[in-house]
């Protein structure tokens, strides 16, 4: 058996994006040189994770394909608003370093409830933790203080559009993770 390290994620529309880019610079314009050792996630890999899948046969890559564009069709193009930095575990030993969702976590939320019950219905077990909307930054591997020590002044990247979701393949590097698209389906009925 064939695996792929799999997830289900979506992305905001572009102009949203180069706004969180912004914050992501911003941190890092502090972090940088307050000492702090991140691995910073490179602009084309930002988005929010809605559902992590783990290792995937290969051989239910079209059957989580189609159990997403259930989900997806249910869903109406979703509004979200990023701002803030926010961090996992705490603020205080920082481990993630991520955009927070400011407005649209209830639509996010929804969605990723139709993925859990559409894979379920296909023998997945439910997701370990609760689903908390956020896009991720950077992975901390050393820090000195707290949160409050490199959050920028302007935290706020607007509202942008979800349009679609799309199941990807994760490819561990040393550099990183790489992502590549193995399906997308759009949101709305019509997708």
Known sequence: METVRAFIGCVLDLGATRKVQELSRATRALADPAGWEVRWVPPPSL???????????QGLIETVADAMRSAARA??????????LGAFPDRDAPQVLYADVTRGHEGLAGLAARLENALGALGFPKADRPFVGHMTLGRVQSSRGGLASITPAHTDCGVGTIGAVTLYRSDLFSKGAEYIALARAPLGPDG
Do not use: K
């Open 47 to 57: 988005h929010f994770t809605l559902r992590f899948l783990g290792d995937l046969d």
């Open 75 to 84: 869903t109406p193009t979703l509004l979200v608003g990023v701002g803030g």
